[in-house]
DNA sequence: TTTGTAAATGTATGCGCTTACACTGAGTGA
DNA sequence: TCACTCAGTGTAAGCGCATACATTTACAAA
């Protein structure tokens, strides 16, 4: 059974199809009495209008695009069971630590923040993933069906990106100094963490540790660079004895049982362990804790990014904020207002992080 | 200047626009000297092919749809700015207090798990959410640019629905009783708040009080019938105040005090505080602990849903985990279904709830 | 060489809609 | 009464693609 068409509702209401079309697309330009009698067929046909056909016609489609490179949560996934009957799992959850529960994948921020926006704005937002090596046909088949498309930098080669920006709205996210001929948002990651660090200066006299994230990261490379430039400022780059490490809280452990075991021997524990995100920061805080060694009265901490369990844990760690969710809402608007001025310059905005100052890198008293 | 089409790249090539089509769709029924050619043409255009031209004339597109009703957090949004200089702001955080830090939003993790388990099948998944009184118009919109469609429990009305899953798969979400002719997905939610209070009641003789949700909401009156069920199998249907109100952390703290100040001029402590959500359950608790009553040894509480933060308290709160994103994931998996198998029976299915027995319920030593 | 067959390609149609343009008829002013 | 408007409606031409069917080509067999 083929769903109905206009031409199926324009027959039952006794009109042309540009009538119908009419009706639903400009009401005030038909006749009160048939619009009423085109809206009764179309109640009962139960006629929905074809998206396809119309974006065809018209040229565009109201939805945008979120593009994003895949990730291991997705390849991780296991066939979800489908029960009919339900039932109750009764697990005794005692004793167990509260820690990595809360799931801080970045991206969902990023998505959840085009979507408010994209919804706020009157637009549907379509959210794909690349897979593997199909991952340039999902973003190509994505691309032909919206009207703008945002894209994560380094998602997406150079040579399929630029062409395409010819034709739609393209917005990068988090780009650097590249994608220069892009509008794009990104946030003052160097900036924050060289205020963070220039505050933790201020307040020790030690040597600085900087366990930073792996050398390729683009993320990580800023923040070091931040570091750096705080250093630089104070005139103490020698202080400093710079790691780079993935970016879990495992890491942070690791590298907080070495420092711990260094003092035990001897070695004079250093001022401040700078971390490249909040993860290492609490893992590195776990081991001092768990040492004994007072923070921030011996040694200060601090991490970055954020999350949740940053305010939670104790002492709270001093971190900067970054409005990931800001970051999908902006692009959303750089694109509704590149439909207003489609041949303006292309535009760079830079969102502002709140460097948090909190009881890990509060100044001994 | 205007996209290029598949006459451009057909022109360019020397080839007829079905070849061009072959290319992209059946590579191995063309010579792959042709192919090679119309490749090159592809690349030189920057050709993306119409999604919405393929989606006429395949008369299927590939995207799968999520609807959700409009929530106050899309109406609360403000403008967005736009700044182009970042900046970083510096905040003493010191000294606040840890805690409505997690927006829970509970669609957040529907959406999530939809998009998850939509992308690992290699849908693209569009969402919507309605607004106002354009909310039936957002929704046909969606409805008629996706190949099946996802839809919260009373979003939209039946007399729009019911015709709509005749033309394309449908899945409801929380459906209860009602939608039984669609394929639908909920969870145990009474079963799970049932196994909790049974937990509960075999700790104390005490009186319970029950601080649940607002009448109206249909997971209130789950949970609310899940405690009764449990009283009446114990026989303590007499032994509970039933308290409506509202979800919030504010609610459990405002009826914590009254509690305490009960407490205070003499009249005995509840044997419990079940509470219909986790923010209710933490608000009671920050009470209790402010006023050094301790849980559990004097009062049992237990919350629902178990958001992270309720993992994080002190002690820490049992709960019944509902398995959310599992509720997208799920739906995904029913559409791909159905799309096998277009005309079998509607399908129900419950997934089941996970109890956690925490120190906050912990039978007093 | 001719013929038969399969592979490769082209032609033409239709998918369901919007919209420019053409047409109709009722109302207007002269 | 007769142009002349103009609101209301119809006609028809695409929008860009996939694909059934028709045609051509390549090549093996006769």
Known sequence: MKPPTVYDVAERAGVSIATVSRVLRSPNRVRPDTAARVEAAVRELGYVPSGAARGLAERRTGVLGLYLPGFDAIEELTEIELPETGGTDIVSDLG???????????????VRGAELEAWRRGYALMVAVGRGENSVQTFTDMAGRVDGLIVLA????????????ARIPVVVLSARGDYEAFDR????????????????????TGEIVYLGGPEESPDARDRRRGVRD?????GRTEDV?????????DTGRRVGRELVRAAASGEPLPGAVLCGNDQMALGVLDEFT???????????VSGFDGIPAAALSSPRLSTVRQPIEDLGRAAIALLDERFQAP???????????????????????
């Open 185 to 204: 948002v990104s946030v003052s990651n160097r900036e924050g963490m060289a205020a963070l660090t220039d505050h933790v200066l201020a307040h020790t």
């Open 241 to 249: 004895r710079w790691m780079s490490e993935i970016f879990t809280r």
């Open 343 to 365: 041949n303006g310059e292309p535009r760079g905005v830079r969102l502002p992080v709140s460097v948090l100052l909190r009881e890990s890198t509060a100044p001994s008293v």
């Open 154 to 165: 380094r998602a997406v080669p150079d040579a399929v990106l630029t062409p395409l920006a």
């Open 230 to 234: 705080a250093l630089e400022k104070h």
């Open 96 to 110: 167990r630590s509260a820690d990595d529960h809360v799931a801080d994948l970045y991206f969902d921020e990023v």
């Open 290 to 300: 768990a040492a004994g060694i007072a923070v921030p009265e011996r040694v200060l």
